[in-house]
């Protein structure tokens, strides 16, 4: 099979692929936000972020959206209409919200790395940028950015989607953490979403472990996770 992990190579990102692999990835990110999986897993967010309700910003959310009922309630005079008209306005409002802050804001704060792939990450000591290569063309990228000599964070693991489940993901891992052995890098961290439930699979099958977040990130459904190695 022409797409199978075997005939995949892992290897270094050259300058002349930087915009091929920043398109990867940014397709791969975007791929995963306009769907509808990924509302229903924002709507499952918004009411995971009961548990947090008494943190002051959760809270303002919360009673902006009993105000709605309740003028919802004054003008409908039905209880069930005016739970499924404030719903109806609140999910895509701040579905559309989160995209904008989170995902588009993420996505654009980092626009002069991933425009500049090749010289972001071998101009910074430590860092790398692999890619999986299928005969000339790329078909999974994966960054080690270092932060300190003994930590370091994954980031842009992406596999094009007819390449995946093929463990395409699982080389780039082997080769990601292989060298931050070889470099005695101690924790190895990385952020991850609800929104991206196979990439979590993959994650927490190599050891990876939730730790702190603020509750607002965790009722986005963002997640930091890292591995003591
Ligand atoms: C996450 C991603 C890189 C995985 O790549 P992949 O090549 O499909 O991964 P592999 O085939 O090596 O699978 C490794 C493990 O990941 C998990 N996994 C991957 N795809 C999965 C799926 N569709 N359903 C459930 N688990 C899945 C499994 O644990 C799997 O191990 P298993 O095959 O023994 O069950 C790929 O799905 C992807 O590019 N997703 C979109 C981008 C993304 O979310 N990136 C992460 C940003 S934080």
């Known amino acids: 099979m022409e797409n199978d992990a075997k005939t995949v190579t892992i290897r270094k990102l050259r300058q002349e ?6 398109d990867i990835v940014v397709s791969a ?3 995963q936000i306009v769907t509808l999986r990924a509302a229903v897993c924002f709507v499952l967010a918004v009411f995971s972020g009961l548990r947090h309700i008494l943190e002051p910003l959760i809270f303002c959310l919360y009673v902006i959206l009993g105000l709605l009922m309740t003028i919802f309630h004054a003008v409908t005079n039905s209880v069930l209409i005016s739970v499924v008209l404030t719903a109806a306005w609140s999910l895509p409002t701040a579905w559309g919200l989160i995209y904008c802050s989170f995902y588009g ?21 430590g860092s790398k940028f692999w890619v999986a290569v299928c005969g000339e063309k790329i078909v999974g990228t994966v960054a080690l950015d270092r932060v300190s000599d003994t930590v370091a964070e994954l980031k842009w693991m992406s596999v094009l989607p007819e390449y995946r489940r093929r ?5 780039l891992m082997k080769r990601f953490e292989g060298f931050c052995r070889s470099e005695r890098v101690r924790k ?3 952020h991850t979403s609800r929104i991206q439930p196979e990439a979590l699979r993959l994650y927490q099958k190599w050891g990876f ?3 702190n977040t603020t509750s607002l990130a965790a009722m986005h459904g963002h997640y930091l996770l890292q591995k003591l190695i």
């Open 17 to 22: 692929e930087e915009i091929e692999a920043r």
């Open 29 to 31: 990110f975007y791929g």
């Open 105 to 125: 804001l993420y996505v654009r704060s980092r626009r002069r790395e991933l425009d500049h792939l090749y010289s972001y990450y071998n101009g910074k000591a």
């Open 167 to 171: 463990g395409v993901g699982t080389r």
């Open 188 to 190: 190895i961290r990385l």
């Open 209 to 211: 472990v939730w730790t």
